[in-house]
T-cell receptor
Framework: DAGVIQSPRHEVTEMGQEVTLRCKPISGHDYLFWYRQTMMRGLELLIY????????DSGMPEDRFSAKMPNASFSTLKIQPSEPRDSAVYFC????????????FGQGTRLTVV | DAKTTQPTSMDCAEGRAANLPCNHSTISGNEYVYWYRQIHSQGPQYIIHGLKNNETNEMASLIITEDRKSSTLILPHATLRDTAVYYCIVKDNNNDMRFGAGTRLTVKP
């Protein structure tokens, strides 16, 4: 397996534009996590899914952020409209459905909103 | 939201053991202790995890105190490539994984 795949690796967009980040989890994994990392706030859990169903989205900063998982092999994180303070590295991770197994992270998407 | 506390930074000499402490005094009986590290701007990488017994794998050893309120990650022979931010987290059966600030380990030649 190629691991967790995120796209794009880098994204530069203008304030007000819609941004869509994509994630392909490891095949067979039941859990999918979205994180945001900034220097100021560290690594924040935004939302996670179990079997394509959102379990906890309390970390989603505001209504401009939305996440979907239409099937077991694909998830998106959308920001509309984007703002400069959304600039960060966004990570996706996946794991099996057990709390005694590790999660695997993608390489991240570096988002810059200008 | 993180349930753990770690020192902000630590230094270690190359070739020596690096011992990274973590406090998780509110851990409950069904929560595992996990360690991850993040090298530069890469995605976090899993290192090791445990429930109550000490664990060892090819990367590190994990020592958990008998009361489970703290643990120590041991890198037996640190190399320059072990320079990274090390995160200790506890995970419950909801699979909720929240990271704290971690410990920035610098391995010096």
């Amino acid at each position: 397996d190629a691991g967790v795949i995120q796209s794009p690796r880098h994204e530069v967009t203008e304030m007000g534009q819609e941004v869509t980040l994509r994630c392909k989890p490891i095949s067979g994994h039941d859990y999918l996590f979205w994180y945001r990392q900034t220097m100021m706030r560290g690594l924040e859990l935004l939302i996670y899914f179990n079997n394509n169903v959102p379990i906890d989205d309390s970390g989603m900063p505001e209504d401009r952020f939305s996440a979907k998982m239409p099937n077991a092999s694909f998830s998106t994180l959308k920001i509309q409209p984007s703002e400069p303070r959304d600039s960060a590295v966004y990570f996706c991770a996946s794991s099996f459905n057990a709390w005694n197994t590790e999660a695997f992270f993608g390489q991240g998407t570096r988002l810059t909103v200008v | 939201d993180a349930k753990t506390t770690q020192p902000t930074s630590m230094d270690c000499a190359e070739g020596r053991a690096a011992n990274l402490p973590c406090n998780h005094s509110t851990i409950s009986g069904n929560e595992y202790v996990y360690w991850y590290r993040q090298i530069h701007s890469q995605g976090p990488q899993y290192i090791i995890h445990g429930l109550k017994n000490n664990e060892t794998n090819e990367m590190a050893s994990l020592i958990i105190t008998e009361d489970r309120k703290s643990s120590t990650l041991i890198l037996p022979h640190a190399t320059l490539r072990d320079t990274a931010v090390y995160y200790c987290i506890v995970k419950d059966n909801n699979n909720d994984m929240r990271f704290g600030a971690g410990t920035r380990l610098t391995v010096k030649p």
